[in-house]
Nanobody, 122 residues
């Protein structure tokens, strides 16, 4: 599967953005999907994951209550709605696909998109 992430940009603190991740070459419904992010000088960290059907979701504590992960398998697209953004949310956001399970461990994700940059100004 090939993944392409969209929707990053510059936003003020307290604002919102919606990221999209579009899959091609394989059907998205075959995969658990996740969002990860990486800030300069830091390791890539888990943000959110969603099961194949969309019935189960998991969030990092730092985004719980502010971010919502969702998917539309008919459109082969996954989303991350980011609300109440904070400067510490500034990072490159990556979408990823996991064929084998449902996890927050980036090591289990086999396929990665190219990343989209989110900058939150204070």
């Amino acid at each position: 599967v090939q993944l392409q992430a969209y929707g990053g940009g510059l936003v003020q603190a307290g604002g919102s953005l919606r990221l999209s991740c579009v899959a091609s070459k394989r059907t998205l419904s075959s995969y658990t999907m996740g969002w990860f992010r990486q800030s300069p000088g830091k390791e890539r960290e888990f943000v959110a994951a969603i099961s194949r059907s969309g019935g189960n979701t998991n969030y990092a504590d730092s985004v719980k209550g502010r971010f919502i992960i969702s998917r539309d398998n008919a459109k082969n697209t996954m989303y991350l709605q980011m609300n109440s953004l904070k400067p510490e949310d500034t990072a490159v956001y990556y979408c990823a696909a996991d064929l084998s399970g449902y996890s927050s461990d980036r090591g289990t994700y086999e396929f990665w998109g190219q990343g989209t940059e989110v900058t939150v100004s204070s």
